[in-house]
């Protein structure tokens, strides 16, 4: 069974920062993509940023230049480093990894069970 767990979540002034991880763990073959999404209430969940398997990354406009997605594949964690942060990015963070567990099986898409990030003005 495959398990993403996130941590690193929690309050923090506008213009302050903060470093998301997950971990993946379980019986898993390879990870291909990688990525962080969010939900604030009463919207709907959005892509904020993802990295494949070489570190090809891919962000929202909204968080460009100011949040970095890393990965340490040894790990299998995925990491967001949030910097300059804003009342707006107040959500619920979720982990995602495309995750292949037996070698002659596809790949199947994880999620985290979430961390809440709050920023306040």
């Known amino acids: 069974q495959v398990q993403l767990v996130e941590s690193g979540g929690g309050l923090v002034q506008a213009g302050g920062s903060l470093r998301l991880s997950c971990a993946a763990s379980g019986s898993i073959f390879s990870i291909n993509a990688m990525g962080w999404y969010r939900q604030a209430p009463g919207k709907q969940r959005e892509l904020v940023a993802t990295i494949t398997s070489v570190g090809s990354t891919n962000y929202a406009d909204s968080v460009k230049g100011r949040f970095t997605i ?14 300059s ?30 961390t809440q990030v709050t920023v306040s003005s």
Not at 70 to 83: E, G, I, P
Not at 86 to 99: G, L, M, Q, S
């Open 70 to 83: 890393s990965r340490d594949n040894a790990k299998n964690t995925v990491y967001l480093q949030m910097n």
């Open 85 to 114: 942060l804003k009342p707006e990015d107040t959500a619920v963070y979720y982990c995602n990894a495309n995750i292949r567990v037996v070698p002659s099986r596809g790949q199947y898409p994880y999620w985290g069970q979430g």
